[in-house]
Nanobody, 115 residues
Framework: QVQLVESGGGLVQPGGSLRLSCAASKNIFGLYIMGWYRQAPGKQRELVAT???????NYADSVKGRFTISRDNAKNTVYLQMNSLKPEDTAVYYCKARKFAIEYWGQGTQVTVSS
């Protein structure tokens, strides 16, 4: 069993930045694909960014060039640096760890972009 705990959400003005953190209960980065997803009110959950065990990253078109996924193996933590935030980035952001058919989700952290 793996526990994931997100933090770092909050209220930010358009154009601002936030860094989300996802702390894993054990060192899993060598085995799992780590990802950030988000769900806005009334919308389906969507992929934001992923990182494979080898470090390959993938981003949704809507966040390319603005968001960066990274990890600190020593801290068992994955990050999502979000720059140039827009109101449409407002959502609950979730961290996910996946290995084949096994998935673990965090509880989510709210990000609100508003003036």
């Amino acid at each position: 069993q793996v526990q994931l705990v997100e933090s770092g959400g909050g209220l930010v003005q358009p154009g601002g930045s936030l860094r989300l953190s996802c702390a894993a209960s054990k060192n899993i980065f060598g085995l799992y694909i780590m990802g950030w997803y988000r769900q806005a009110p009334g919308k389906q959950r969507e992929l934001v960014a992923t990182m494979t065990s080898g470090g390959t990253t993938n981003y949704a078109d809507s966040v390319k060039g603005r968001f960066t996924i990274s990890r600190d193996n020593a801290k068992n933590t994955v990050y999502l640096q979000m720059n140039s935030l827009k109101p449409e980035d407002t959502a609950v952001y979730y961290c996910k760890a996946r290995k084949f058919a096994i998935e673990y989700w965090g509880q989510g952290t709210q990000v609100t972009v508003s003036s």
